[in-house]
């Protein structure tokens, strides 16, 4: 200092054990002096992490702290700087990491954060189903009501064995919560994600989509231009079935126009419906065709059949 350099601080540790409970992993020590004195404050003036955060913890009366396993070392220091400050200790729980098949999820790599799960078109309720449960013992459930999810959760349910995690897993998930959800619920989901839609269009695809995103490509689909190709003799068949295209395309309508397709054409299931699903959507799947017509109405149904 008399130098005129800038000191920075360290917390002085004790060298005796330190001991705590772990809410998912039992008891942990560590002798103190496997780690140097941390620094908490730097020769810029500013406080580190490590500080900070038991700081605020005390401040906003933290009961428990829950966080990954690598930031075990880390407790056995905070514990110290917390009985220095303060007499109460909050709990401690930390998960075994998450991790895909090939390795573990890295922050810095990114694309497994709740912010970018969201803008895939992830319902926060299957985020929340997901990680309520996974690498517990319970069954993996879809919940939207989350007064039973809560009731049933502990933090002792929570495996020490590595948590895998499966990105199948959570759109199975997706796929349950939103074919559920109703176009009010939806709607402001979708303006965040800047997608319009309409009440007709949502009850329409719900069921068969497994993200909110799926809603723009619909959209695009029902609204937009392509070209299928398609053998002669499915051409031929198209043509039929858009001369007997009815002018209402209800349900009940639907099934008497597919009756009287199937008895001029002599087709039946797949071989019926499928040339006409690839001429009104380009797609092998998606929802009911019945449901299909009545969106794009019989000027565009008939356009599209006849190619």
Request: charge should be neutral.
């Amino acid at each position: 200092i008399s130098a005129g350099e800038q000191p920075y601080y360290r917390f002085k540790l004790d060298d005796k054990e330190v001991t705590w409970i772990d809410g998912i992993k039992g008891k942990i020590s560590f002798k103190e002096r496997a780690f140097s004195d941390p620094v908490i404050y730097r020769a810029d003036g500013s406080p580190t992490y490590s500080f900070c955060s038991v700081i605020d913890d005390i401040d906003y009366k933290v009961t428990d702290i829950i966080r990954g396993e690598d930031h075990i070392s880390n407790t056995a220091v905070q514990i110290q700087i917390f009985r220095a400050l303060t007499s109460k200790l909050p709990k401690f729980h930390h998960l075994a990491l998450l991790k895909t098949k090939d390795s573990e999820i890295s922050k810095r790599d990114g694309g497994f954060d709740i912010r970018t799960l969201r803008n895939k078109g992830i319902d926060a309720a299957a985020i929340m189903s997901l990680l309520a449960r996974i690498g517990t013992s319970d069954n993996i459930e879809p919940f939207t009501d989350y007064e039973n999810l809560v009731a049933s959760f502990a933090m002792s349910k929570f495996s020490q064995s590595a948590i895998i995690y499966n990105e199948k897993d959570l759109y199975n998930l997706n796929h349950k919560i939103i074919a559920k959800r109703s176009f009010a619920e939806v709607k402001p989901i979708l303006q965040d994600l800047n997608i319009e839609s309409n009440q007709d269009l949502w009850l329409s695809i719900r069921e068969n989509i497994n993200d909110y995103l799926e809603v723009k490509a619909w959209q695009e689909i029902l609204q937009g231009n392509f070209y299928v190709k398609l053998s002669n003799e499915d051409r031929s068949f198209l043509k039929t079935a858009a001369a007997l295209l009815p002018q209402t395309l209800n349900i009940t309508e639907f099934k008497i126009w597919v009756k009287k397709i199937s008895e001029q054409t002599g087709r039946k299931g797949r071989e019926l419906y499928h040339p006409i699903r690839l001429a009104l959507t380009g797609q092998d799947s998606g929802p009911e065709l019945s449901k299909i017509v009545n969106l794009l109405g019989y000027k565009i149904v008939k356009e599209r059949l006849y190619g």
